[in-house]
């Protein structure tokens, strides 16, 4: 036997092939069994036969047997073994082979069941099978399209979400699912537009969340990439589908538990701060020194108390989108002098000087006055807080109208024209390392300071939130030992009182 394997492409395909490779393909398209392709090709190239050898097998006889091997999803699946009359150029033959060769391979890809068993060694049978099992166990729904646009995997749960079987899809083409979809009640329609859009799409990674009616009331998270063999090679685009109906119930019923814990928590202490101050204030001086000491000491912890139930209220709120933001054009140094009037208390008590150092002509900003003045606050308190002996605060406000006008560590372009607010101190700073993770909830440095000082690591998330839901930015600058600078913006818009300025 003369069996030559073919490696090589022709270098100019005649015409003759480029006209039965499209009669293949429009065969291959009707997805006929392979040995229906097989018969055109066998009259095309002139063979005596044409046959498929599946691995394991042995190969046919032939004088002059010229073999093409067939791989699919970087596997060897079978041969495609034509023999040839005496007389034919084997080199060429075997050229001929490959140029056909995917057709014939795609055809077998898409009628798996034709491959038969005995082509699959065992062991690749097995692996296939226990794949399967694994990915039907699985809580996700996972879909596969392979690069032709057939459903290469349809797990268990896909059908459970859908109520579409899956043995009816699963081998065929991507527009039979397609059909399915539009077909089915309580799907929503644009299922079939996201799958299709992006087993077109073989580079980006995406994720998003569908809402289905039926066969029961789901919130599906999904997401989706390519998939590439080890080589390399694209195989298709996975998806996967996860119902997410039970953890958005939970997290709702927390939600709703911490928001009526904490008001419930808020009320009595409201009491308890408010009496506190009312005997303090009432300049009975027959009120013994200790006694005052410890009405201080219970109106501090419960104003800390407040603050801290305040707080969880907040992020519960930012954490389910619940915060609600009501922008009206509001006069920034009005907000300054509030909140620094309700912290000159705990100002004077560190010994702090504070400078506000905040431009005349400042237009008005596009503000929530109440979350500003809640931004001012986290930031101004920090700024007492970690500034442990006698040190220098300054709060300044310009209008900044060019990106050039912008401080050097400005993360980002912000909306412009807009002020820029900061709040600079000359306390502990922060250590490099604890930096990227600052905005994060609950984050504190991991220091003797912050031990020693009260905090929840809940302001500055909120700080980050409130400036951002509003349209702004934040970002700091700090160095340990020498103190730290938090920025803010906060956009300008058109007022018809305020010439230059622009509108969103
Ligand atoms: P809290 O102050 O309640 O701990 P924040 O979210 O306001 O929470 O701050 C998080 C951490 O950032 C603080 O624990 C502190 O370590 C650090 N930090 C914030 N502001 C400053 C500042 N002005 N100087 C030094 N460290 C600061």
Redesign the pocket.
Known sequence: MDALSAQLLPDAVPDHDLLVFQQLSVLAANRPAPDALLDVLCKALGAISLSLCFPGEALPDGERLVVAPLNYAERHIADLCADMPPGTDSAQTAARLMFFSPLITLTLAANRSTVPQSGWTAAAQQEHDRLEAVLDATNDAILMIDTVGTLAIVTLQFERYTGIPRYEVLGQPFDVLAQKIAAQPGLPEELAGILRALAENHTESLSSEIEIDEPQHRILVWYSVPVYGQSGMLLGRLFAFRDVMREREVDRLKTEFITLVSHELRTPLTSVKGFSDLILESGDDALPQEVREYLGIIAENADRLVTLINDIIDITRIESDRVVISPQLCALPETIAQVTAALQSAIEEKRHRLTLDIAPDLPQIWADPARMAQILT??LS??I???LHPGEIVISARYIDTLEALPDTAIRDPILPCVLVSVQ?T????PPG?QPY?FKPF???N?E??RL?????????I?KSFVEMQGGQVWFE?APGE??T?YFTAPVVESKSQPGNISL
């Open positions: 986290n930031l920090n700024a807080k970690y500034t101190d306390g502990v700073g922060i604890d600052l984050y504190r440095t220091n300071i912050a000082v009260g905090g929840t690591g809940l302001g500055l998330m700080v700090s103190g730290s938090f």
